[in-house]
């Protein structure tokens, strides 16, 4: 590329890598489920975001998921100064989250000397077991729903990501 021109080859090229990314991270993620909302359902969608939290690419997965996705990676930039080895996972309807069983979880992607994330990838999953009194089952009172279970604004998990788990 000369004079700031994107070459429209090279561009091409990029955006398909790039979002084959994100399509095999939405794969990766459907062959280890365990839940049937993710295995079966498709219920998920996967995407990169670059380090300012600006989306790079999306898989082609569930649009609902995806429209709001970049508000909770937004949140989760906000809320957190990641480290590596962190994760962000939320659930906040004011910050991006579709509903309450729709779990964000964002991670950092850090280059080699370099203390500021360079990219963020993300996922969202439906969860069936949120917010009701037992498992699988829904929230039938509001009363209850609202003493028992609130949103998730981001957080960090105690711990770090153990990089030899992923596949």
Known sequence: MTN?????????IF????????????AALRRTALSPN????????????????RVIAMGDH???????????VQAAIAAIDFAPGDIAILNDPYAGGTHLPDITMVLPVFVPDHNKPAFYVC??????????RFAGSMVRRPRFFRRAFASSRAHRPRGKVDARCST
């Open 38 to 53: 993710i295995k079966e359902r498709r219920d998920y969608s996967c995407a990169v975001f670059d380090g300012q939290g």
């Open 15 to 26: 955006q398909s890598a790039v979002h084959s990314i994100a399509e095999e991270m939405g």
């Open 123 to 132: 996922n969202r999953a439906h969860h069936a077991d949120v917010g009701g």
């Open 4 to 12: 700031g021109a994107a070459d429209p080859v090279e561009l091409a």
């Open 62 to 72: 569930m649009p609902v998921h995806l429209g709001s996705m970049p508000m909770s």
